[in-house]
């Protein structure tokens, strides 16, 4: 159980020794945006703030905090994450929410935990050895043939009764 646990934490003081750089923890959670705003609008007093605030601190811990205080930023990064999926996993959201939305908001903030413990733990992930293995085109080609084909098949998801959209 000590062997999975890194010597010291954060395992890389500054993420791939630029947070700057394309990783697979921005892209998701700035894609989780999307839905969150959608849903936002779509169901007033409803409104996904947990899954949210979880996605901006952790971008913010990844991005301005990390860079400069390791530990504090790879644990904000943490907690957001885990504020997320708490977040996503809320009765009344639960209830409410079209399972659609759910299940990509879900899979965004799944990548991006993927960095996270990549980076911040040093355990191999299967998105990093994807990218070490087939480079950037190679893991690109993978990426888009997942989502068109998880796109298809979220189209075939039965849809519940959940109340209309308020206007």
Partial sequence: MLDLLPASFPAETIPDGNVGMPHH???PLVAGLVPAFRLWDWYPRREP??????????????LAVWPYYPAVGAGLTGAGLLAAL??????????YWPRRHQIVMAALVAAAADDWVS????????????????GI?????????VAVVGFVLLRFIPERDYPQPVR
């Fill in 86 to 95: 708490a977040g996503l996993c809320r009765p009344v959201w639960w209830e």
């Fill in 49 to 62: 703030w947990l899954y949210l605030s979880g996605i901006l601190a952790a971008l913010f811990g990844f």
């Fill in 137 to 145: 085109e190679g893991s690109a080609l993978i990426i888009v043939a």
């Fill in 25 to 27: 923890l921005i892209y």
């Fill in 119 to 134: 980076h911040a733990l040093g355990w191999p992930t299967p998105l990093d050895l994807a990218f070490k293995r087939w």
